[in-house]
């Protein structure tokens, strides 16, 4: 089977400073994986060049066989860790331009998933709390059925109470054979959804598995294992 993503020696520079240092990473579909590191490792920058927003890199990455382009976008659904929306657009708006924008967006679990919230179509993203915005960005972004999902640091601004529902949206109905990409902080909150983990340190790759196996080689959860690397 195609891999979900495939990096050659990706290497991004923002001036002098070298934000992705020869990544490479090949990972499968069907699979959630967690994108760990600390600050300012690069998880950012290689969600952006995955999800063709970003091009101007030296390297090789595909995204199920496509080089970062019309073709990769069309398979790939990217929730950035900023929000988008326009303050003026009600989540009724933002669930119509998705459905013209995305052939494979599916309004009605988009509806589904809004309706879950309870804060109805009418909201405007202007008066919505960061929290509340970050639910909408996510249940517009699950709702299609692409092959590869990246997500920033999607549960961010949310409490914790939300965080549980919010993380069930994300793999809940999940399109069979997608790649679940999502970087994160929060690694206690996302340990229980994620197959395997991806660690990153100074624009570096430094660790990959399956987050079993980790576990069981270190003896300890990720969070651990996790401050353990960075210490
Ligand atoms: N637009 C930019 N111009 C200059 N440097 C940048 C820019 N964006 C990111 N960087 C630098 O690139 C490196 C990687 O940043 P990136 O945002 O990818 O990290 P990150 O792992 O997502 O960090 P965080 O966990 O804090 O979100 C950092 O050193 C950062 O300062």
């Known amino acids: 089977m195609t891999p979900a993503i495939e990096i050659t020696g990706l290497t991004k520079t923002y001036g002098r400073s070298v934000a992705l240092d020869g990544v490479d990473l090949t990972l499968a ?14 998880k950012t920058t290689l969600l952006k060049i995955l999800a063709g927003v970003m091009q101007d890199y030296d390297g090789d990455v595909r995204i199920v ?5 019309p ?29 013209d924008f995305f052939a494979d967006f599916d309004e009605r679990k988009a509806a589904r998933f809004v309706d879950s919230f309870g804060f109805g179509t009418d909201l405007r993203m202007k008066d919505a709390s960061k929290g509340m915005r970050e639910k909408v960005q996510i249940a517009l972004a699950m709702s299609r059925d692409a092959s590869v999902f990246l997500l920033d640091e999607p549960i961010s601004g949310v409490d914790p109470a939300a965080r549980d529902v919010l993380l069930d949206l994300i793999v809940k109905d999940l ?47 990720l969070d651990a294992i996790f401050k353990e690397m960075h210490r």
């Open 65 to 69: 066989g496509h080089a970062p382009g």
């Open 71 to 99: 073709e990769s976008k069309a398979r790939v659904s990217f929730l950035p860790d900023v929000s988008y929306l326009p303050d003026r657009a009600r989540i009724s708006d933002c669930v119509r331009w998705y459905r």
């Open 175 to 221: 399109p069979e054979h997608a790649l679940v990409l999502v970087s994160t902080h929060l690694v206690h909150d996302l340990e229980p959804l994620l197959d395997s983990v991806v660690m990153m340190r100074r624009g570096r790759v430094v660790l990959t598995g399956d987050v079993d196996d980790l576990r069981a080689e270190h003896g300890a959860g």
């Open 29 to 42: 579909p069907g699979h959630i994986v967690g994108l760990l590191g600390e600050n300012g490792c690069g």
